[in-house]
Every structure is written in C-alpha cells, then in structure tokens.
C-alpha cells in the first residue's frame, strides 16, 4: 500500500486483535480475510496496519475456539473466497472483550489525566 | 493454554493436512488477488499493482509457517517425525536392530519375571486389613551362652496377655498336620492349633459359617474346625451344608463350624488348610519353661513396633527378674514370613539387574557405532541448522524405540519364564502365594524399558551431538577419539566387569552344588528311605513305642529291607527341640548359661540304619528302656563342648534344669556327628534317649529304612505294612534321604541353575559387546592400519595390537568385577556349601572365562585388521 510509507503505522496492539476481529464481523456481517483486513485499516483511517501473518493464524485461533466459523462462498467480484462469520459464543466473546477493553482503557485514560472533578473546587 | 475443543481441532488437522494447506494457499492467493486489484483501481499498472501487493503482503512463506504452528500441533508433529525417521533407520540396519532389541529383552525380561515373583512372594501386603500392624512376637534370652530367640510359654503369653498396653490383641498358634479321614485314603492336611482371638485380630471372619469361640478352646469343647476354602472345595465340593456336619480329624469327630474366604491364609504364605481349637492342659499352662507356641499381635492404633518393643521387655524383666537377657522381640509378621525368600530373590535380583546393565552397555556399544556411520547424515541436518537438542532428540527417540519393542519383548519373555522359574523353584517358594503380573508388573516393566533405553542411549546422545561440522563433513571416517592406540574403552570395562561378578556367582553355586554331592551329612544318605507316620488320636508315649516297634519288626520282614528304625526328628529338615540338660557334678550354672543340646528318641537300630559311626562306647541294646536311670548316647560335638578333656563315657546326665530336672541317666556312647540343620549349619551337640520318652515319643514319628535297591520301590510296600497295622495311620513326607538332602539345599540349586543361566547370558552379551567395539574400532580406523602397514607394521604385529587392546580393557574390567565380588561375599556366603564365598579358584576360573572370551571375541576384527591391504585402504577415502 502506497499511502502506508507516509504515515507511520501501529501494528494491532497485542491482545486486541480478537476483539476487532470479532467487532469487524459483527459489523459487516460474514466477510473474507482481506475484507476484514481491509475493513479494519479502512475504520482506522489507515492507522492500523493488518499484518496478513497475524490475521490468518488469528483467524485459525479463533476459529478452534469456537467464536468465528468459516465457509467456502463467492465474493463480489466472482470468486471463490473463504468467508468467515460471527458464532452464538463469539458474540458472547465479544462482548466480554469490550467490558474488558472499556474498563482497562477507562482505567488509563483515568491514570494519564488527573479528573477535574478531583481537581477544581 | 490451549482449550481442549482447540486441541482436538489441532490433532484432527493433521489428518488432513493437505487440504487444509491447500485451501490456506487459495485464500492468502484470493487475499493477493484482491490487494492487486485494489492496487489497480488506485491507478497502478498492472504489474506494479502486483509487486505492490506482495510488498505489502509481507512474507507469503511466513505466513504459512506461523498459520501452521498454529493449525496444527507442530510439536508433536516434530516427535511424530523423529519417529518416522528412527523408524526408517532402524528398518534399515535390521541387524543392529534384532539384536539392540534382543539385548533388552534378554534384560528387561529377566528383571520383570523376577520382579513379578518379588511382588507376589514378598512385596504385596499381607492379605489382612491394616496388615502393617500385624507383628510376631517371640522370646528371647541366652541359651547356653549364645543369644537366641524362641517360642512362647503358655504362663508367659498369659502374663504378656494381661500386662501389655500395646496390643489391641494377641493370640497364639501351633503349626502341625492332621489326618483328615475321608473316603478310601487318609489325608494328610496342614492344620494349625488357634486361639479363639485370631480371626477378630486378623480381621477376617469366615465366608460361611462362624469362626472359633473362646470356650472352644477348652479340652473336651475343643472339637470344633475352620476349613480353608481350597480344602472345602477339593474334599468336600464346596457343599454349603458342611457347616454343622462332622469330620474325622485325626481318628475324632470334629463339627465344621467354618469356612474361610478364598485366598485367606493364616500363617501367612503357609499350605495349612484348617484351624481347630489350642487347647492347654494342666501342665503345659504352668509350664514357664516349654516354649512352644508361636504367637501374632495386632499394634494398638499409635503404637510403633518400637514402643510395643519397650513395654514387652519390661513385662519379660517382671516375669524374669533374677536373669536380665530374658526379653521379646516384636517384629513386623510381613517381614518374618518373607524374609528367607527376599533373601534369595534380592541375591537373583543382584544378577539380573547387571544383566540388565550389560544388555545397556551394549546397546550403547551398538548405538555409537552406529552413529559414527551416521556422522555424515547428522552434520547436515546440523548445518541445515538442527539445533543440538534436535539432534539428541534425534537418537533419543531411536532408543526409546528400542528400548520400547525391547520392553514388549521382554515382557513376553518374562510370562513365559515365570512358567521356567515356577518349575526351577518347584517346591521351593512359599505355597499359597500365586505368581501373577498385575498392573504393577507391568509398569515396572515399563519404567524400567525407558530407563534402560534412557541408559543405552543418553551417553552416545550426548556424545555425537557435538559434531564438529567440518571434520565430518569432510570424512566420514576420520579417526576423531583416538584411533588404534586409544585403549580404553568404559563400555567394554564394565562389560567384563559385571560378567565377571555373574560367572563368580554362578561358579560359587554350581560348586557348592558339587560339594553337596560329596558333603559329610555324618550318615550314608543313598539307599535310605524316609517318611512320617502320623497315628490318629492321642497316644500315650508307651502306646506310641509298641506300635513304632511292632512298625519296625514287621518293616524288617518286607524283601529288601536291611536296616529300619524310628526317631523323633530325621537329620537335615532341620527341626528342633532346642532343650537344656544338667550334669551331674557341676555346679549350677547362672539361668541363660545352662548346657543344651537337641534331644532325639531313637530306636535301637537307627545309627547302624543310618550309617552314623561309633566312636566310644556302644549303641542302645534292644529293651533298654527311656525312663529315668536310663542310658544316653552324646554325638561328639556335645562331647567335645560339654566334657572336653574328660571322658564322657559313664557320667551321668538328666534332661532339664533346676526344679524340672529329671532323673540321672548315664552315658554309654559317643557317635559322630551328624548335619541336622542342613548342610550350611553346624553340627549341634546332640543327646540320644531310647524311643519311648514321654517328651519325645509322639504320635508322630520318622521312620528310615535302608536298603541296597532303589529305596523309591519300598514305598508300596512300607505303606501296606503300617496300614495293616494301623488302618488310620497316615504316610507323609515319604522321599529318598538323598532327596531330603536336595532339598535343604534347594536354595542353593536355585541359584546354581538362575546364576547359570544369567552368566551365560551376560557372558554371550558381553562378548557380542567386544565383538561390536572392536570391530567398530578397527573398521574406524582403517586408515590408520594402513598407513602404519605402509609405513612396515606386519600383518602379525596389527593382529597383536587389536587384540591386546580387547585384553587389556578386559583385564581392567575383571579386577573391578573382583573387588566387587568380595566386598559382596558375606551376602552369598548364606548360600554356598563346602567353601568360602571368597574363593580363590573360582575367581581365577572366573578371570580366565572372561580373557579367553575376550580375546575371542577381539580376535575376529583383529584379524581382519591384519587383512588390510594398505594399497586399498589408503586409496579408500
């Protein structure tokens, strides 16, 4: 990707990977991995760059786990592609993982600005 | 962590890997696909668009990589691969591997059978509950001036009964026979006298009907019996009914009041097979002195043996107060019952395991003369970049492979040898106690497959796993640790070493065999024959010598009978009476100190029936009778012991001491000595009464009869002559003397034929071994022989050198191998006859086996050493 030698790129944080994973399907619906890459560097303005040697083995992940499940269909432009789709415990999955991703980034953006409420009168 | 559902996905993959490879290639193509599409809808050329693509895609075979580690179980797959390997390496040196997994097997099996016999004979648990606190009680004190141990008085088990805080209970019984009356025969059957309080201590009540009372153990009430369950089915064919009917033990009516649950066995490892009432009479409950019952208690919960111990002795201080050295000795039941046949069997297991160890520092051998052909394979997997523990791993799993298919094999070896062992040991091991593998067996065997293949394997592992990359590289048959001269070798060390200390063994048991044969027993054991007589019903002792003398006059009337007679105990079954005598004219020695002596009831013709010499004075005259003012004969170990320096001829002795003493009788002869423990013992001081002693004379007797022909073809006939007599008289124990003498020393043939046996099999493994080092060292070194053969070495001096190098680790390995063996001789010394287990001449046999071999198995290669053509091997690199 052109554009990507511009602007500097945060690799996905570790961890969070799963989440927009999960996010991303229960967004789109059922997609192939280059749409869910695509989806995720498009919803960040090209800031998050998908490294395909994490989205696939991540895919298989949690696939084994039992939150995504995937099937051979044909993509818009006429070809064969493997799509994959959000399970019953994925979506309970995901929404663990955004409590969880709330209350930590809650907890931090806590911790780097003092509250005002504490501070004014 | 992975999930378990994760798991068995990553397992399952790798069933159909290909697929699942295949459709990963199409979608991360379908991803470039779209990538270079979307390049091109950005404006890019076409091929720019693709290059772009790929740019951005990053490392397509990474990709793969890490997709696959995550796919599937990629270490188990890497094991699954070594696996694959090791098998095809072995497939292809089928020699190498026929005999590494001969080897263990040889190894594994005779460890396994044998320990299979040490758990079923000595390690599992007595077959009561909480069996750990199940002890044997005995007496001890000084008994004429030796510390000894013995059986318990009725007087002092009623004390200890009363007095001891440590016993929840204990109960006393007496070993014996009966003769269980049935249809035609009589039986002999294993019986043992019981107190009411053994079965509640041991735990177990009967399966059917009732166990014994406490007012049965009353004379006239006492005619009640407990049937083992193997004897209520082979006699009485399991018949539920027999309780409350009545059996004829020893010519009386007796109810069967119980039987007992399959596998119940009281004494532990024992053949007895029914338990009536102990009962005591007016003199054996006041008699402090007659020790003669055995005597198990069940520890208080809390207490430890050694606080029973404490509290037992103070009772015995109570009981003795005048003599100190009288005191009890607890001890564990399980350990009393097994402790003669752990004694052997750790003897076998010594042997067994260095064959076991041989078989190890073989395939350890095989192992790194393999590797070195190998040499040129493992450096390129290692400049591929296997890492050192890749390759150890390598090798390791070849021998656990081995060591594998060495442990099966050697787990069938081992079942059909116990088959060989039961045969070899016959009569030998405890009855009663069936000789099974189990689940613990075969984990043993297991263990001890993976650790003998750990063994074999980790020592050549660790060695070729440091390769230096160019030296192998460049040739493969480089010289790299040491070459010709290079003469130590560990492996063949310990090689010669534990053969060594076998072959010792196996010679110390094969001779002791040989010296039995040529043994002074102190009689003539060929041509003589010996049983029991048991009559049925209580006898008075003069009942019992009219009819042991009617036996005797009419035994002498059967066609081939030259001498018979009747004793109380017959030599070598090593029974005792263990008595104390006074004589007359000495002062009263302090109690503990008081002469003693075995006491034997014999008829007048029994010493010219056995063959026992005369040395003084004369034998017993026929009608010289027991009773007090009577005659005695004294063997000459108890002349020598308690008359040296006098003549023991006409002075005058009595049985008993003290207030017990009985009436003077003198001594009209001194006959040799005789072995009446067996061959390993020492001959005791011996004093013979004429039969008919009230003590001695029971209603059960020995009778010996001599004859010139096969003393097996009397039996018959000495059998009709004493049930024409008796009709309910039973014969047991009937056997050639020359048997009896076998048999004593049964342990001895045990080991003779296993120690035999495992040498020779140590002895062809450890040759095999040198054969393999040898010839791989000569093969290494090729072309170091032709260079110095080039160089004028003669064919001979080649030859010489191979072999003194075989010699020389051989010579090293046999001097270990003695030192060893007689740091360990006082352990087998038990067991050998007519020698010191320290035995020079056996060793030197025993060092010259090992050389001969070695250099037998040196000369081989050696020769072929001396056959290089230095042309050709110099040519050949």
């Known amino acids: 990707m052109s554009t990507g030698e511009k602007n500097p790129k945060t690799d996905v944080l570790q961890g969070t990977l799963d989440l927009l994973v999960l996010k991303t399907l229960e967004t789109m619906g059922p997609l192939h991995g280059w749409g869910i890459a695509r989806r995720i560097e498009q919803v960040s303005e090209n800031a998050l760059f998908m490294n395909q040697g994490t989205l696939y083995p991540a895919l298989v992940r949690l696939e084994q786990r039992g939150w995504i499940r995937s099937k051979w269909g044909i993509s818009g432009n006429q070809r064969r592609a493997r799509f994959y789709a959000l399970t019953a415990n994925g979506k309970k999955q995901l929404h663990a993982e955004e409590e969880r991703w709330d209350r930590i980034s809650a907890i931090v953006s806590r911790i780097r600005q003092p509250l005002p409420e504490e501070g004014a009168p | ?340 046949t752990a004694q052997v069997l750790l003897v076998l297991f010594g042997a067994v395991g260095f064959v076991l160890l041989l078989a190890c520092a073989n395939v350890a051998h095989l192992v790194l003369a393999r590797m070195g052909a190998q040499k040129r394979e493992l450096a390129v997997r290692s400049a591929l970049g296997a890492g050192r523990w890749r390759i150890v791993r390598l090798l390791l799993v070849e021998v656990l492979l081995l ?61 070729n796993s440091r390769i230096d990359l160019q030296s192998a590289m460049r040739d493969a048959t480089g010289s790299a640790d040491g070459g010709l001269h290079r003469s130590f070798s560990p492996l063949m060390v310990c090689e010669s070493a534990l053969s060594l200390v076998l072959v010792v063994g196996a010679l110390l048991m094969v001779r002791s065999l040989r010296n039995m044969e040529h043994l002074d027993f102190g009689f003539q054991p060929d041509r003589l024959l010996t049983m029991k007589v048991a009559l049925s019903g209580t006898r008075t002792a003069r009942q019992s010598t009219s009819f042991y003398e009617r036996a005797v006059e009419k035994l002498y009337a059967i066609p081939g009978v030259t001498g018979a007679a009747v004793i109380n105990l017959v030599p070598v079954q090593s029974s005792h009476t263990g008595s104390v005598f006074t004589i007359e004219g000495r002062e009263t020695p302090r109690p503990g100190n008081e002469p003693g002596a075995e006491i034997r009831a014999i008829s007048p013709d029994y010493f010219r029936t056995m063959g026992i010499p005369l040395i003084a004075g004369r034998f017993f005259r026929p009608g010289e009778i027991p009773d007090p003012g009577s005659v005695a004969i004294v063997n000459r170990c108890a002349a020598r012991r308690y008359f040296s320096g006098e003549d023991p001829l006409g002075k005058r002795i009595a049985f008993g001491v003290g207030d017990g003493r009985e009436g003077w009788r003198t001594i009209v002869g001194i006959v040799g000595n005789v072995a009446e423990e067996g061959a390993q013992s020492p001959a005791p001081p011996v004093i013979y009464a004429p039969l008919g002693h009230p003590v001695w004379t029971g209603a059960s007797m020995s009778l010996v009869l001599r004859t010139p022909r096969d003393p097996a073809s009397l039996a018959g006939a000495v059998r009709r002559s004493i049930r024409e007599l008796e009709p309910g008289a039973a014969l047991y124990l009937v056997s050639s003397m020359k048997d009896v003498v076998a048999d004593s020393a049964s342990n001895t043939r045990l080991l003779s034929q296993l120690l035999t046996l495992f040498s020779a099999v140590a002895l062809v493994l450890a040759m095999v071994g040198v054969y393999g080092v040898m010839s791989h060292r000569v093969s ?51 067991y050998v006859i007519g020698m010191s287990a320290t035995n020079i001449a056996t060793r030197v046999i025993a060092v010259a086996a090992i050389l001969v071999l070695a250099l037998a198995a040196s000369f081989v290669p050696a020769w072929r050493a001396s056959r290089v053509e230095p042309a050709v091997a110099l040519r050949n690199e």
């Open chain 2, 780 to 830: 290494r070194c090729t072309h170091e022989i032709g260079v110095r053969m080039a160089l004028g070495a003669e064919r001979r001096q080649v030859l010489g050198m191979v072999c003194r190098r075989g010699l020389w680790n051989a010579t090293v390995g046999a001097a270990l191998g003695l030192v060893w063996t007689l740091l360990t001789s006082a352990i087998i010394q038990r």
């Open chain 2, 403 to 463: 060591g594998v298919a060495g442990g099966i094999a050697g787990l069938a070896l081992a079942w059909q040898s116990l088959r060989l062992l039961g045969a070899l040991a016959g009569g030998q091991l405890p009855p009663g106690a069936p000789i099974q593998m189990d689940a613990t067996v075969l984990w043993f065997c297991l263990v001890v497959a993976l650790l003998s293949a750990l063994l074999a394997g980790l020592v050549p592992a660790l060695r």
């Open chain 2, 1 to 340: 962590m992975i999930r378990r559902s994760a798991l068995l996905s990553r397992l399952l993959a790798v069933f159909h890997k290909q697929r699942l490879e295949e459709e990963l290639d199409d979608e991360l193509r379908f991803h470039l696909q779209m990538e270079t599409e979307e390049n091109i809808r950005r404006g890019m050329s076409a091929e720019e668009a693709h290059y772009a693509a790929r740019r951005s895609f990053g490392g397509f075979q990474q990709t793969r990589e890490i997709w696959r580690d995550r796919r599937y179980l990629p270490w188990l797959e890497s094991w699954v691969k070594d696996l694959q390997f090791a098998l095809r390496s072995l497939a292809r040196a089928p020699l190498f591997t026929l005999f590494a997994v001969a080897s263990l097997a040889l190894g594994i099996g005779a460890n396994t059978a044998l320990f299979t016999a040490l758990h079923a004979l000595v390690l599992r648990p007595l077959p009561y509950p909480q069996p750990e606190r199940l002890v044997k009680l005995w007496e001890t004190s000084m008994w004429h001036g030796q510390a000894g141990w013995s059986a318990v008085s009725v007087p002092n088990l009623r004390d200890w009964r009363e007095q001891n805080a440590a016993f929840g209970r204990i109960a006393a019984f007496t070993r014996g026979g009966v003769n269980l009356a049935g249809r035609g025969e009589t039986d002999r059957v294993s019986a043992a006298r019981v107190e009411s309080d053994l079965f509640p201590l041991l735990g177990v009540p009967p399966a059917l009907g009732r166990a014994i009372l406490p007012d049965e153990n009353i004379d006239g009430r006492d005619r009640v019996a407990v049937l083992s369950d193997g004897l209520w089915r082979r006699r009485f064919g399991a018949d539920r009914g027999m309780i409350g009917r009545t059996v004829a033990i020893d010519g009386a009516a007796h109810t069967v009041i119980g039987v007992m649950p399959p596998g119940f066995q009281f004494p532990p490892r024992s053949d007895i097979e029914i338990w009536v009432p102990l009962t005591f009479n007016r003199y054996t409950r006041e008699a402090r002195g007659s020790h003669w019952l055995e005597v198990v208690g069940r520890l208080r919960p809390g207490v430890a043996p050694e606080m029973a111990q404490r509290n037992m002795n103070a009772i015995a201080l109570r009981i003795y107060p005048e003599d100190p050295t009288h005191g009890v000795s607890v001890l564990p039941l399980h350990g009393e019952t097994v402790r003669a």
